[in-house]
Structures are given as C-alpha cells and as structure tokens.
C-alpha cells in the first residue's frame, strides 16, 4: 500500500521560507509524477506545483512562480517543495499526491490516486 508522509510546515512570517518535505513508502517511487496541493480555510484545494518522475518537467500555479521550488530524490522517495517569500494567503494544508500512472506531471487533481494526510503551514503578516 501507498502511503504519502508531509512534513515540515509550520508557522512563519510573512517573507520567510520553509521546505516541506513528503516521503513515499510501499510503491516505485521513482515511476510517480508527484504533486503539490493546498487547500486554505473554507475553500477547494487548489493546484501548486507538479514534478515528473525524473524530475525533468515541472508546473507551477501562476501565484507561486518564482517564489516555490518543486524538487525530488529517487534515491530517498522523498518530494520536496521549497518555499520563499511567503505571504499570508499562502496560508493552508499542504498535500502532496502520487500519480502512479502517468509519467508527465499534471495539474489536475483527479489524476493523483495517492495522498498525504496533509502539513499545516501558517504565514503571519
């Protein structure tokens, strides 16, 4: 069985960064094209970022480019997600998904089968 682990949110000011991290355990990670989701209080969860599983294509929303890194390591099965300049609306429950049947990265959230229980990230103004 997949499991999806985030970790590393938390509370910070606006301006500043943090990295969260996802670990996949009990598939081949290195086929997965994984993805980045949030979800803000009383609204959808929304698209951030997306990698392929080689890491050679990324996707961005339009409100984080620039400002957010995707990144994976085959070799640890871990998903990052660098995040700089952050402002308060960045505010939500971070998700990271797994895509087990398609290589190419999406944005669509109805692709990813796997998901992670979700980290907690905070921007106060």
């Known amino acids: 069985q997949v499991q999806l682990v985030e970790s590393g949110g938390g509370l910070v000011q606006a301006g500043g960064s943090l990295r969260l991290s996802c670990v996949v355990s009990?598939?081949?990670?290195?086929?997965?094209?994984m993805g980045w989701f949030r979800q803000a209080p009383g609204k959808e969860r929304e698209f951030v970022a997306a990698?392929?599983?080689?890491?050679?294509?990324?996707y961005y929303a339009n409100f984080v480019k620039g400002r957010f890194t995707i990144s994976r390591d085959n070799a640890k099965n871990t998903v990052y997600l660098q995040m700089n300049s952050l402002k308060p609306e960045d505010t939500a429950v971070y998700y990271c998904?797994?895509?087990?049947?398609?290589?190419?990265?999406?944005?669509?959230?109805?692709?990813?089968?796997?998901w992670g229980q979700g980290t907690q990230v905070t921007v106060s103004s």
């Open positions: 998904a797994a895509d087990s049947q398609f290589y190419s990265p999406s944005r669509l959230e109805g692709r990813y089968e796997y």
């Open positions: 990698i392929q599983w080689s890491g050679g294509t990324t």
């Open positions: 009990g598939g081949i990670f290195s086929r997965y094209a």
